[in-house]
């Protein structure tokens, strides 16, 4: 089994900054990438960042400049920083990672609970 722990969420003003923290953990054979998608009220669910095990980026043009996406590969675990927020970025953030448990099996997406940000105006 496997688990997706996310922390760091919160409420900030518009300027403000906040770090997002996701660690995985459970039967893991490989992760392929991890990233952190958004969903705000009414709206889909949308890529924000994500980072492949070999560190490639990739950035959701609405953040990009602001958020910085990091990946600690021994401790199973993605950061997120988000400088400069903009009541736009309010959402539900929820971290992603596509793994596989074992060498026979094929790679999934698994999912964390979600953290809500907030940016006040």
């Known amino acids: 089994q496997v688990q997706l722990v996310e922390s760091g969420g919160g409420l900030v003003q518009a300027g403000g900054s906040l770090r997002l923290s996701c660690a995985a953990s459970g039967s893991i054979f490989t992760i392929n990438a991890m990233g952190w998608y958004r969903q705000a009220p009414g709206k889909q669910r949308e890529l924000v960042a994500s980072?492949?095990?070999?560190?490639?980026?990739n950035y959701a043009d609405s953040v990009k400049g602001r958020f910085t996406i990091s990946r600690d590969n021994v401790k199973n675990t993605v950061y997120l920083q988000m400088n400069s927020l903009k009541p736009e970025d309010t959402a539900v953030y929820y971290c992603?990672?596509?793994?596989?448990?074992?060498?026979?099996?094929?790679?999934?997406?698994?999912w964390g609970q979600g953290t809500q940000v907030t940016v006040s105006s």
């Open positions: 980072t492949t095990s070999g560190g490639s980026r």
């Open positions: 992603n990672a596509r793994l596989s448990t074992d060498w026979r099996s094929p790679v999934n997406d698994y």
